[in-house]
C-alpha cells in the first residue's frame, strides 16, 4: 500500500471518529439539558408543594373568617413582594370586602383598585368563576369606566366551592410594575383549599349564580 493511500485511509478515519464524537458530544448535551429541565421542574414542584403546605398550616385554627383570610393575605404577600391583595366573599346582598393593609408599598400607594370596582363588576367577576385579567374584566361589558381600574396590574382568582362562586381574590400591583403570569400559577393551586376554609368558616347566604 503507498503512501498517499495510507494517508488517505487515516484522514477518513479520523473524519469518522470526529463525526462519532461530534454525534456523542450532541447527544451528551441534550441528555444533560433532559436532566436539568428535569430538576429545575422538580424543584418548581417541590416549592410548590412547600409553599401549600405552608399555607394551609397558617390557616389551621383560625377562629372566624376575618382571621383566615387576614392569614392568607400575610401568606400570599410574602410569595408575591410588593403586590396588594384583598378578598371578596359573597353574601345575600352581595360582596363583602375584606383588605387587610400591611405592606411597605401601601405607606405611600394608599389607595387599591377596590374602590374603583363597582358592585356590578364585582358581581360579574364572581359570575363569571374564573382567573380574570383586567382586559377580560373589561369584556364583561358591563358600561363601567375602567381608566382607574388601567393605573394597576390587576388579577382576580376565583373562591369557588363545587362549582358554586363563593367570591374571589384580588391581587395588584400598581402600573409600571405587574402581577405576572408565572405568580397567578404559583398562587392559583392554594385557591380551592381556601375556598373549602371559607365555606367551613363561614357559608355565605347568596342569591343567584
Given at each position: ?13 479520523l473524519n469518522r471518529l470526529n463525526k ?38 397558617s390557616l389551621l385554627g383560625s377562629p ?14 410574602q410569595e408575591l413582594p410588593g403586590a ?126
Amino acid at each position: 500500500m503507498s503512501q498517499t493511500e495510507r494517508h488517505r485511509r487515516l484522514r477518513l478515519l479520523l473524519n469518522r471518529l470526529n463525526k462519532q464524537r461530534k454525534q456523542q458530544a450532541s447527544k451528551i448535551d441534550i441528555l444533560c439539558n433532559d436532566l436539568i429541565s428535569a430538576q429545575r421542574a422538580f424543584i418548581q414542584r417541590l416549592y410548590a408543594v412547600s409553599f401549600a403546605a405552608e399555607f394551609y398550616r397558617s390557616l389551621l385554627g383560625s377562629p372566624d373568617l376575618n382571621h383566615l383570610l387576614a392569614r392568607a393575605d400575610r401568606q400570599i404577600r410574602q410569595e408575591l413582594p410588593g403586590a396588594g391583595v384583598a378578598f371578596y366573599v359573597r353574601q345575600s346582598d352581595g360582596c363583602e370586602l375584606y383588605s387587610f393593609v400591611g405592606d411597605e408599598m401601601f405607606a405611600f400607594e394608599q389607595q387599591g383598585p377596590q374602590e374603583h370596582l363597582t358592585p356590578e363588576l364585582v358581581d360579574g367577576i364572581c359570575k363569571s368563576n374564573k382567573t380574570c385579567s383586567l382586559a377580560e374584566i373589561a369584556s364583561l361589558d358591563l358600561g363601567d369606566d375602567l381608566r382607574e381600574l388601567a393605573k394597576f396590574s390587576i388579577a382576580t382568582l376565583p373562591l369557588s366551592d363545587l362549582g358554586r362562586s363563593l367570591g374571589f381574590t384580588l391581587l395588584w400591583r400598581p402600573s409600571p410594575l405587574t402581577i405576572t403570569a408565572e405568580e397567578i400559577r404559583r398562587i392559583e393551586p392554594v385557591m380551592c383549599g381556601l375556598s373549602q376554609a371559607i365555606r367551613v368558616a363561614h357559608v355565605p347566604l347568596v342569591s343567584g349564580e
